[in-house]
Nanobody, 127 residues
Framework: QVQLVESGGGSVQAGGSLRLSCTASGRTFSGSAMAWFRQAPAREREFVAAISWSGGTTYYAESVQGRFTISRDNGKNTVYLQMNVLKPEDTGVYYC????????????????????WGQGTRVTVSS
């Protein structure tokens, strides 16, 4: 059974930092793109960041560019999201996602490009 388990969420004040982790089990994702999405209350899930299987290419939403950094450790089957200079608008549930087998990645930003999802970790940023 494939599982993606997120951790590292919490409550911080604006300007603070958090580091999210997502560890996979049941399947290796070393050959797959991985991504982070988030969902704020009463809003649709949105793309945050993605990383290619090698870690050589990264993608960011414009709203987090320069503040967030996605990375991965394929030996640990883990992907990270370092979030700095957090803003209240970063509040939401953050989900880890993994590329499915046989998927042709085009944008790396679309929800339907990812077949595996974690249950999410909540991030709250207060002003």
């Amino acid at each position: 059974q494939v599982q993606l388990v997120e951790s590292g969420g919490g409550s911080v004040q604006a300007g603070g930092s958090l580091r999210l982790s997502c560890t996979a089990s049941g399947r290796t994702f070393s050959g797959s793109a991985m991504a982070w999405f988030r969902q704020a209350p009463a809003r649709e899930r949105e793309f945050v960041a993605a990383i290619s299987w090698s870690g050589g290419t990264t993608y960011y939403a414009e709203s987090v560019q320069g503040r967030f950094t996605i990375s991965r450790d394929n030996g640990k089957n883990t992907v990270y999201l370092q979030m700095n200079v957090l803003k209240p608008e970063d509040t939401g549930v953050y989900y880890c996602a993994g590329e499915g087998a046989g998927t042709t990645m085009i944008t790396f930003r679309a929800i339907d490009e990812y077949a595996f999802w974690g249950q999410g970790t909540r991030v709250t940023v207060s002003s």
